[in-house]
């Protein structure tokens, strides 16, 4: 709830089913698969007219989400998809987004771009992912596999990581961060190893916060629209649950994020054509 993001598409979805007369119950899984089971579980006994979801960072095995479409309970996902279930699905062109971003770091000077992300089980996750590749090919530059890190949940686990990669004599010179917390903790760990941005580092990453303009220097953004995703999937899981449309059973939908870029990516020569 504390995330940007999630914030926005909830009140989204509330704009819909406060329109319908319906209520929105709202559990969090804090990214563990086995909340999200047992959260399954207690929605199966048909406490709710539809579910939209957006899948935890462990989730692997999708058996409980089955139950619930076998169930006949009308089901939405959002951002975090799983690709074999068919049910609708609402996203942002994460793919295009993760090219764009590498490619700004790439025209503002950066050689070697690290890649910070979350669990490979997600598929933003892996869309940005596969972006950023795109873009390094595109650019005939070649891959450092070092330069994909790995994080989670664990804070402590991900400050390390991220302070190990500063730290390398060939550090990068670019980091393109899949989530907004791994972008702020790699401004904490440069200014821990007191690095500047963007003079000895550049950073962008994917965030709906505000704070991204208030943070010296301003961290560029690719902003997602969340608050249109969830009255996106409200207004679908609507049409299933008023049973006006079984052709939505495998609507997917794709709405474009924006790419803000601000002080954390420019070139000096940008910086001074802007003073």
Known sequence: ?????????????ES?????GYHV?????????????????LLQNGRVDGIIMSLSEQTSDTKHL???????IPLVFFDSIPDHINAPKVTTDDYNCG???????????????????ISPKLSISNKRMNGYLEALTMNQMKLDNSLI????????????????????????????????????????????????????????????SYMAGLLNPT???????????GREAAAILFKLVEKKGNHF???????????????????????????
């Not at 119950?25 to 399954?40: D, G, P």
């Not at 089955?66 to 006949?72: I, M, R, T």
């Not at 090219?99 to 992300?117: D, Y």
């Open 16 to 20: 819909i089913a406060q329109e319908k």
């Open 249 to 275: 059973l495998k609507e997917n939908t794709e709405l474009n994020s924006k790419l803000f870029e601000r002080n954390s990516t420019k070139s000096k020569r940008k910086r001074k054509a802007n003073k």
């Open 66 to 72: 089955e139950v619930l479409k076998d169930k006949g």
């Open 99 to 117: 090219i764009k971003a590498t490619q700004l770091l790439i025209e503002n000077g950066c050689k070697r771009i690290a890649f910070l992300t």
């Open 25 to 41: 119950l709202i559990y969090l899984t804090h990214e563990k698969m086995q909340k999200e089971v047992a959260i399954s579980k």
């Open 149 to 208: 890190v790995y994080c989670d949940t664990d804070d402590i686990r991900n400050n390390d990581l991220v302070r190990n990669l500063l730290k390398r004599k060939n550090r990068p010179d670019g980091i393109f961060a899949a989530v907004e917390k791994l972008a702020i903790t790699a401004y904490e760990i440069c200014g821990q190893l007191k690095l500047q941005i963007p003079d000895d580092i550049k950073i962008v990453t994917f965030s709906n």
């Open 1 to 13: 709830m504390v995330n940007g993001f999630f914030g926005r598409v909830i009140n989204g979805i």
């Open 219 to 229: 961290l560029t953004t690719i902003t997602q629209p969340a608050y249109d995703i």
